[in-house]
């Protein structure tokens, strides 16, 4: 499956618009495929201000987040890879979203069969080991 992170973020972004807030981005600048203003770059990370006013031509694509902004009035390209994004928030209350930096997007795994026992469906009446949870009372 694709990443769940551009879906997450186009929604915040939506999201915090639609209530008046100010959107924000916090981005991994050390990562590859980033480019900012290195000026603004505090230990490795930079946040940014992706509101309509403070951006033009902002592209949320699924891979990149792209925009045209000024920075101390001088214009800057910035370029960010959606994997540097590591969180969206609102400036005004901080509601938001952080990614965790590892986000493999992979479908977590199901339990194999030396955990449950090798035992599948069934009643699982009097078994041990049949994969489902038994309470016990520990004194």
Known sequence: MNSSRPYLLRAFYEWIVDN???PYIVVNADMPDVSVPRDYV????IVLNISPGAVRALIVAN???EFNARFAGVPHDIYVSMK???AIYAKENGRGMVFKDDEE??????????ETGGSKGGSGKGKKG??????????
């Open 20 to 22: 008046n807030a100010t």
């Open 42 to 45: 505090d230990n490795g990370r």
């Open 63 to 65: 891979d990149h987040v």
């Open 84 to 86: 540097a994004i590591t």
């Open 105 to 114: 997007d992979e479908p977590p795994q199901g339990p194999n069969e030396n």
């Open 130 to 139: 049949n994969g489902r949870p038994k309470l016990t009372v520990v004194k």
